[in-house]
Nanobody
Framework: QVQLVESGGGLAQAGGSLRLSCAASGRTVSNYAWGWFRQAPGKEREFVATISGSADTTVYRDSVKGRFTISRDNAKNTVSLQMNSLKPEDTGVYYC?????????????????WGQGTQVTVSS
């Protein structure tokens, strides 16, 4: 079993930055894909970014390309999401997730372990 704990959420002004981190415990996830998802009030959970198990592939939703960067540290069993040039529409609860497979996925249903979520609020 894998437990995930996010940190780093909070309040930022439009144009500002936040860095989210997620730490895995219970077993090493160095060969597994990570994903970040977010959910705004009244909306479905949506894909934000993913990184493959080998870290050779990263994919982003179009609206965050060039602003967000996903990275992983296998030695620490962690993943991070650097968010720059934040916009009010980036507001939501952000979740990290691990897929027990090397390949990445955009679908929440393909992920096996989830963190509890961390709130990100961007004011205009």
């Amino acid at each position: 079993q894998v437990q995930l704990v996010e940190s780093g959420g909070g309040l930022a002004q439009a144009g500002g930055s936040l860095r989210l981190s997620c730490a895995a415990s219970g077993r090493t996830v160095s060969n597994y894909a990570w994903g970040w998802f977010r959910q705004a009030p009244g909306k479905e959970r949506e894909f934000v970014a993913t990184i493959s198990g080998s870290a050779d592939t990263t994919v982003y939703r179009d609206s965050v390309k060039g602003r967000f960067t996903i990275s992983r540290d296998n030695a620490k069993n962690t993943v991070s999401l650097q968010m720059n040039s934040l916009k009010p529409e980036d507001t939501g609860v952000y979740y990290c997730a691990v897929r027990a497979d090397e390949g990445y996925s955009f679908s929440p249903a393909r992920y096996d372990y989830w963190g509890q979520g961390t709130q990100v609020t961007v004011s205009s």
